[in-house]
């Protein structure tokens, strides 16, 4: 099931068998601490029958209705810039806005990780975010990051195999006649730090981009996009290899910027839990400013 990352929105569950809430929960609601669990329970985070209630030992029988919010499992989290979409005892998955780096570089840059560290020591978790994969600071989207340098290294060592689907959204210059293809091609950094691209192999990393266009016009046309490999600047450089770079691209583009800002959203991320191995996906809304450029 994708689990949509909505305000006000709830995990649902059917019991199955007696229990006492609190004991179900812990039993069922496996990727939440017992602690967690009983911190939304207190915020009033839980409905039994479509009834908030906050009491441990509420009676369950079979074919009752569960809903747990997922607003109220972060109140100690506040972020413009960030919000966390799935939380368990091993990883946070987040989306990030606009604007934000992944990961520090420099002293006294905004980023996730530090958001992230900060949350984590208020919320007396005695972890730190372990940056797993990263996001250009003005690419909004989603992002997982591990909470122990165990699962990191599990994501680093096996990422091809964990994460089975990672899809974006982009707004391109022009008008894209195909519906969809494949751009593949192998991708350097010159000694600039600007990645280029070579048909053969020119000893860089061999990169493979899937798109599905979604809507066009005239001007623009809004491309999904679906990672094959993960390279650095891989979605950018291929959309200007089809003569079609992202908007609001100050790199790789061509001064087309009808929003002020990179018009490119990680809107789906797939993976295997790295400790359950349960499959988790996660979607985003298309940012409405996308839609607004190709209506």
């Not at 039994?48 to 100690?76: E, F």
């Not at 623009?220 to 600047?233: A, C, S």
Request: with cysteine.
């Amino acid at each position: 099931m994708i689990q949509k990352m909505q305000k006000g929105d709830y995990d649902h569950y059917v019991v199955k068998v007696e229990d006492t809430l609190l004991n179900w929960l812990v039993t069922n609601v496996t990727t939440m601490s017992r602690n967690k669990l009983k911190d939304i329970l207190a915020g009033q985070g839980i409905k039994v029958n479509g009834k908030i209630t906050t009491k441990y030992d509420y009676p369950l029988t079979p074919g009752m209705k569960i809903a747990i919010s997922k607003t109220k499992r972060n109140n100690l989290f506040k972020s413009k810039y960030v919000d966390i979409v799935y939380e368990d005892n091993h990883i946070i998955v987040v989306h990030k806005k606009a604007g934000i780096l992944s990961m520090p570089v420099g002293r006294g840059s905004l980023n996730v990780k530090a958001v992230l560290d900060d949350y984590l020591m208020r919320s007396k978790q005695k972890c730190n975010a372990h940056v797993v994969h990263r996001l250009d600071r003005e690419t909004s989207g989603l992002m997982v990051y591990a909470k122990d340098k165990r699962v990191e290294r599990l994501f680093e060592e096996d990422w091809h195999n964990i994460v089975y689907d990672r899809r974006y959204m982009a707004v391109v210059s022009g008008e894209v006649h195909e519906n969809e293809g494949t751009i593949a091609n192998w991708l350097k950094d010159n000694k600039m730090f600007v990645t280029y691209s070579c048909p053969f192999d020119n000893g860089g990393k061999y990169a493979v981009t899937h798109f599905h266009v979604i809507k066009r016009t005239a001007y623009h046309t809004l491309v999904e996009y679906k990672l094959e490999t993960g390279r650095k600047n891989q979605i950018r450089v291929h959309s200007a290899d089809m003569g079609h770079p992202v908007c609001g691209d100050t790199k790789y583009g061509n001064g087309d910027d009808p929003i002020g800002r990179l018009c490119l959203h990680a809107y789906i991320l797939a993976f295997y839990h790295p400790i359950t191995h349960k499959p988790l996906q996660f979607e985003t809304p298309i940012p409405s400013d996308f839609k607004r450029i190709v209506k």
